[in-house]
Nanobody, 116 residues
């Protein structure tokens, strides 16, 4: 059973930075695609960033140039470095794992609040 545990959320002023971490259990991390999603109040959950098992990355347009997703397979951890944060980045951020078999797992979420 895969478990994903996020950390690193908090309150930051606009223009500031945060780094989210997601620690995964299980032995399949290195061959899984990992992603960060977010959900703001009253809005649908949206994909923020993806990194696959060969380290290719994709980002939603609104965070390109500001956010960076990375992974450390030895630590079974995926990161989201968020710079130049804006109030519209305020949301609960979720870690997501898709295994090579297509199974999906979610973390419990971590709150990010950006004040203006």
């Amino acid at each position: 059973q895969v478990q994903l545990v996020e950390s690193g959320g908090g309150l930051v002023q606009a223009g500031g930075s945060l780094r989210l971490s997601c620690a995964a259990s299980g032995s399949i991390f290195s061959i899984s695609a990992m992603g960060w999603y977010r959900q703001a109040p009253g809005k649908q959950r949206e994909l923020v960033a993806l990194i696959n098992r060969v380290y290719s990355t994709n980002y939603v347009d609104s965070v390109k140039g500001r956010f960076t997703i990375s992974r450390d397979n030895a630590k079974k951890t995926v990161y989201l470095q968020m710079n130049s944060l804006k109030p519209e980045d305020t949301a609960v951020y979720y870690c997501h794992q898709t295994t090579w078999e297509g199974h999906e797992y979610w973390g419990q979420g971590t709150q990010v609040t950006v004040s203006s």
